[in-house]
C-alpha cells in the first residue's frame, strides 16, 4: 500500500492506532476521521515524527455532510472504517450506539458511492454470535447462525445487512472483520479489555482481576491491525463479505500463566472470573483464509510478553500511567 492514502476512522482508538501505525511504516500516507482529540493510543505506540506525519480531521462519523466532505478532502480511494461505540457504552445510551455504529457506517458507504469508491473495509464483531452452548461446536465457523445477547452485537449484525445492500444496489464490494478478544497496547476499553489492563497491572507489579474466563480467542492488536490493512489492499475483490477472526484460542487461565511467565513477581496475584463470556469459546477464520490468504497470527506468549515489556517502557518514560485503566 505505500504510496496510497488510506482514511481511517476512528483511528485513535486501539485498532484504529495500530492500523495507523502499519500504514505509516510501510510508506502509506494517513487520514484520520475521529470525533475524539486525545492522541494517547498514537503517542503510546508512535514515535513523534510518525505522529507529524498524520492527516487528523475532527469529525462525526454521524454527520453525513461531514463524512463525505473529509474523504473527499483527503483524497484518498482506501477506507478502513473502524469507529463505533463498544458495549458498555451502547448499553448505557443505546439511541447514541445506533447513530454512532450503524448510522455511522451508513454514511461511510454513502460517502463512498459518491465519490465512486467501490471498496470499504470495516469492524465487525464476534458479538453478532449467541452462547457458546447454543452451538454444537466450541470452535464456530463463519456460516454460525447469528444469537446476538446485546445491542452491541445487533448493531454489528445490522452493518453486515446495509454492506450487502450497498453492493446490491451499488456496486460496493466490501470486507467485514470480526475481532474477538484483542488485547495489546492501547487497549483500554471495552468488554474484553480486562486482559490488557491486567498485563499493564503486571509491568507495574500489581495486582489486577479480569472480568471474566473461560475459553476464548485472543487476537493480538497488531495482528487485528495488519489484517484490516490486507483486506483494504485487494484489488480484485468482489463481493460483500464478513470473516471471523481467528488468533489464539485458550482458556483465560492460559493467558494469566503467559502474564506470570513475563512478569514473574506478580505470580498468584492475576486472578479472574469463572464466568466466561456470552459467546462461543471461539471462532474459525478458516473462510477469511480461503478469501484474503495467510494471515498473522501471534503466539499468546509473545504477544502478552510483547505487551507487557511495551508496558514497562511506557511506565518508565511516563507515556501511561496505571490510572489511566482503572476504569
Known amino acids: 500500500m505505500t ?8 483511528a485513535l482508538g486501539c485498532i484504529g492506532a495500530w492500523v495507523t501505525r502499519n500504514l505509516l511504516r510501510s510508506g502509506a500516507p494517513v487520514t484520520i476521521f475521529d470525533l475524539g482529540t486525545d492522541r494517547k493510543r498514537l503517542e503510546l505506540i508512535l514515535d513523534p515524527g510518525e505522529i507529524a506525519r498524520i492527516e487528523f480531521i475532527q469529525g462525526d462519523v454521524t454527520d453525513t455532510e461531514a463524512v463525505a466532505k473529509a474523504l473527499q478532502g483527503s483524497g484518498a480511494r482506501r477506507i478502513i472504517h473502524l469507529a463505533a461505540l463498544q458495549v458498555p457504552f451502547c448499553r448505557a445510551n443505546p439511541p447514541l450506539g445506533a447513530s454512532v455504529n450503524v448510522i455511522g457506517t451508513i454514511n461511510i458507504f ?31 465457523e463463519n ?29 460496493i464490494n ?15 476499553q ?19 482481576h479480569i472480568s471474566f474466563g473461560g475459553r476464548n480467542g485472543f487476537q493480538f492488536t497488531d495482528d487485528v491491525a495488519k489484517i484490516f490493512i490486507r483486506a483494504a489492499s485487494l484489488p480484485d475483490w468482489e463481493g460483500a463479505e464478513s470473516f471471523n477472526l481467528g488468533g489464539s484460542i485458550a482458556h483465560m487461565s492460559a493467558v494469566v500463566a503467559a502474564i506470570e511467565g513475563a512478569a514473574p513477581e506478580v505470580t498468584g496475584q ?17 473462510a477469511l483464509v480461503e478469501a484474503i490468504g495467510p494471515v498473522p497470527c501471534t503466539p499468546l506468549e509473545e504477544g502478552v510478553a510483547y505487551t507487557i515489556a511495551h508496558f514497562r517502557d511506557a511506565l518508565s518514560d511516563g507515556r501511561i500511567a496505571l490510572d489511566e485503566y482503572d476504569t
Not at 452491541?152 to 451499488?170: C, E
Not at 490488557?196 to 489486577?208: D, E, H, I
Not at 492475576?270 to 478458516?286: H, N, Q, V, Y
Open 190 to 208: 471495552g468488554m474484553t479489555s480486562t486482559p490488557t489492563r491486567a498485563m499493564l497491572a503486571a509491568a507495574a507489579g500489581q495486582p489486577w
Open 270 to 286: 492475576i486472578t479472574f472470573e469463572d464466568a466466561p463470556l456470552a459467546l462461543p469459546a471461539g471462532t474459525s477464520d478458516r
Open 174 to 188: 466490501s470486507i467485514g472483520l470480526r475481532p474477538y478478544t484483542v488485547y495489546g497496547p492501547g487497549r483500554d
Open 3 to 10: 504510496g496510497e492514502r488510506t482514511f481511517v476512522t476512528g
Open 110 to 140: 454513502e460517502a463512498a458511492k459518491a465519490l465512486g469508491i467501490d471498496h470499504v473495509v470495516y469492524a465487525g464483531s464476534a458479538a453478532v454470535y449467541g452462547r457458546g452452548d447454543e452451538y454444537d461446536r466450541d470452535i464456530i
Open 143 to 171: 456460516d454460525a447462525p447469528f444469537l446476538p445477547k446485546n445491542l452491541y452485537g445487533v448493531f454489528k449484525l445490522a452493518n453486515q445487512g446495509t454492506a450487502q445492500i450497498y453492493r446490491q444496489d451499488h456496486g
